[in-house]
């Protein structure tokens, strides 16, 4: 099985930079997803990472290290509309690739 | 280029209903998955369908069927509906890379609301 963890809220200043973790457990590692869900939206697809390392995609980066089990998703200079809840997802093992998605961390951007 | 649609956008039926939810895939996708998402939690998966028939299933009782059809679009089906029902929907499609023994990224539709009172 997987086990997904994240923080359930984060709070932040409009232009600040913040960082949401993500740990997780898995019998066989097939990549990490990162979503957006704004308040009755459907998720977006913002990355995915396979290999160690940050990936900068603009303002959103993702990290990955597989050795700790542990991702974190990166957003700078921070809007109003970065309001969101966050998805990690880890796709199964053993060749089915359904991916098991976290709780979500809800994001409050302030002024 | 048209992305996942589903139908209908908001759904109220009484428990003991039964109700069906469409889906749409994204252009060039062929495989359909389908979501569960209560309040608060992440999506659980119910099940997803490639080349009309069910290839993965999620933990979730008989009474959660589904279909897919030639042009790849999908249907989800509960019967017997339960207060505990009541969820967002989502659809989610991808291009099978099973041949290739690769991960789908999934694209995401807007989601059927269902309210069962």
């Known amino acids: 099985g997987q086990n997904i963890d994240q923080p359930t809220e984060m709070t932040a200043t409009e232009g600040a930079i913040v960082q949401i973790n993500c740990t997780y457990q898995?019998?066989?590692?097939?990549?990490l997803f990162w979503y957006q869900q704004h308040a009755g939206e459907a998720p977006t697809f913002l990355s995915y990472?396979?290999?160690?390392g940050l990936e900068e995609k603009g303002r959103f980066s993702s990290f990955l290290s597989r050795s700790k089990g542990y991702s974190y998703l990166l957003l700078k200079e921070l809007q109003m509309k970065d309001s969101a809840s966050y998805l990690c997802?880890?796709?199964?093992?053993?060749?089915?690739?359904?991916?098991?998605f976290g709780r979500g961390t809800s994001l409050i951007v302030h002024p | 280029d048209a992305g996942v649609t589903q139908s209908p956008t908001h759904l109220i039926k009484t428990r003991g209903q039964q109700v069906t939810l469409r889906c749409s895939p994204k252009?060039?996708?062929?495989?359909v998955s389908w979501y569960q998402q209560a309040l608060g939690q992440g999506p659980q998966f119910i099940f997803q369908?490639?080349?009309?028939?069910?290839?993965q299933r999620g933990n979730f009782p008989d009474r959660f069927s589904g279909h897919q059809f030639p042009n790849y679009s999908s249907e989800l089906n509960v019967n017997a509906l339960l207060l505990g029902d009541s969820a967002l929907y989502l659809c989610?499609?991808?291009?099978?890379?099973?041949?290739?023994?690769?991960?789908?990224?999934?694209?995401f539709g807007p989601g059927t609301r269902l309210l069962v009172l």
């Open positions: 898995t019998s066989g590692f097939n990549g």
């Open positions: 990472n396979v290999l160690d």
């Open positions: 369908y490639y080349e009309e028939e069910e290839r």
């Open positions: 252009s060039g996708h062929d495989t």
């Open positions: 989610a499609s991808s291009f099978s890379l099973r041949l290739a023994g690769g991960v789908e990224t999934q694209y």
């Open positions: 997802a880890v796709p199964a093992s053993g060749g089915s690739y359904i991916p098991t």
